[in-house]
DNA sequence: AATCCGTGGTC
DNA sequence: TGACCAAGGAT
């Protein structure tokens, strides 16, 4: 690919004339670039602007986040998704405080080895906030690079990455890699969108060869995507004596360590009534009866589409009277006895969080 | 290499 | 409505 470096400048002017305002870009500190970068992995700039703002103020630097509890960190991520990225970050904030006197390494080998951050975003803290010649490829470079120099393999698999990574490297104009790298992603997400992109407004029109070829809709070279499996699952808002039963999730798997209802897969043949009190029982040795069913929320996560099921449900037989019992736990780490409305200081998965908003202690209290 | 890990927006 | 997909990383 040495044909075309010609279409960088109009990109870099390109950007000059229509970057976003994002916060991050006022003085491209470190510490923020770094949280920016984590938080837009696998989502959108625009959504990650809100949530960028809000933590920015709860832990304004690297000391007050490696500071703060992990419950407030993944708190503050709550909604975000991938929670691995809030422990990672949490993580690592700690050990700059250990490892790099509380300083943000600069050299993208100290800041590849801080866990959460891989190839991209080593490459983007960098070049963004160190001025460092590295390339950062994202999904909107491989995009961008895809449609210009008409790469013909999958951008995902292993031979077409290192394709793009070559041109990427190879098009770095030295001393510039903020403004390319940015440029790049920055005219993927705005202009050569995955879908309709605006080539009448491309200023890189004259030099794409997929536009050259009128096979922009051909590339990238697309990874058929993986079958998404429809789940039913119970969950219950366990209420006795004014108070909610709540349990921390193992640290491992899906949602490690946020807070949830118990609850789980409703077995072929089996009522969402019947699952919810039966994983009751597996989870916390609860015994539990329905008191109403409070909706039926539908949200996606990762390949899984779900129907969660939710109730409101209260002890069966003899409940001792007020008192609290303690439950066996088998699939969390810890459990409370929560008030209604402290239930919005805990991070929750989506689907727990919807619930709870949907009701925000109106109907169990 | 393949799988896991979330969520919400878009068309 | 449902399929696709986004400033990826870890194992």
């Given at each position: 690919m040495t044909e075309q470096n010609a279409f960088i400048p109009l990109l870099l002017d390109w950007f000059a004339a229509n970057k976003r305002d994002l916060p991050w870009r006022?003085?491209?500190d470190p510490y923020a670039v770094w949280v920016s970068e984590i938080m837009a992995q696998q989502t959108q700039m625009d959504r990650v602007v809100s949530y960028f703002n809000r933590f920015m103020e709860l832990f304004p630097d690297i000391a007050a986040l490696a500071d703060a509890p992990e419950d407030a960190v993944l708190k503050a991520w709550e909604g975000l998704g991938y929670y691995s990225r809030a422990r990672n970050l949490h993580a690592a904030a700690k050990r700059i405080m250990t490892a790099h006197g509380g300083v943000f390494p600069g050299e993208l080998a100290a800041i590849r080895a801080l866990p959460g951050i891989g190839d991209y975003t080593a490459g983007a803290v960098a070049s963004i906030a160190f001025g460092r010649d590295a390339v950062a490829v994202d999904a909107n470079v491989q995009r961008v690079l895809a449609r210009a120099c008409d790469i013909d393999v999958p951008v995902k698999e292993p031979a077409g990455k290192t394709r793009v990574m070559e041109i990427?490297?190879?098009?770095?104009p030295s001393s510039r890699a903020r403004e390319y790298n940015e440029?790049?992603?920055e005219f993927g997400a705005l202009v050569c969108r995955p879908k309709n992109p605006d080539c009448a407004a491309c200023p890189i029109a004259g030099a794409c060869q997929a536009?050259?070829?009128g096979i922009v809709s051909d590339r990238p070279v697309l990874t058929k995507a993986k079958d998404i499996t429809p789940l039913n699952v119970a969950?219950?808002?366990?209420?006795?004596?004014?108070r909610i039963f709540i349990q921390k999730r193992l640290a491992k798997g899906a949602?490690?360590?946020l807070w949830e209802f118990p609850g789980g897969r409703i077995e072929p043949g089996e009522t969402p009534q019947a699952a919810v009190v039966r994983e009751f029982r597996e989870e916390t040795a609860f015994a539990t009866e329905v008191a109403t069913k409070l909706a039926v929320?539908?949200?996606g996560y990762t390949t899984f589409r779900v129907t969660l099921h939710c109730f409101l449900l209260r002890l069966a037989g003899e409940s001792n009277g007020n008192a609290l019992p303690t439950p066996e736990l088998t699939a969390a780490q810890q459990s409370r006895w929560v008030r209604p409305d402290e239930l919005a200081g805990y991070a929750f998965p989506a689907g727990h969080r919807k619930l709870i908003d949907q009701f925000d202690g109106s109907l169990w209290l």
């Open positions: 006022r003085a491209y990427a490297r190879a098009l770095l440029a790049l992603m536009k050259h070829l969950t219950g808002v366990l209420l006795h004596a004014d949602w490690g360590n929320i539908r949200h």
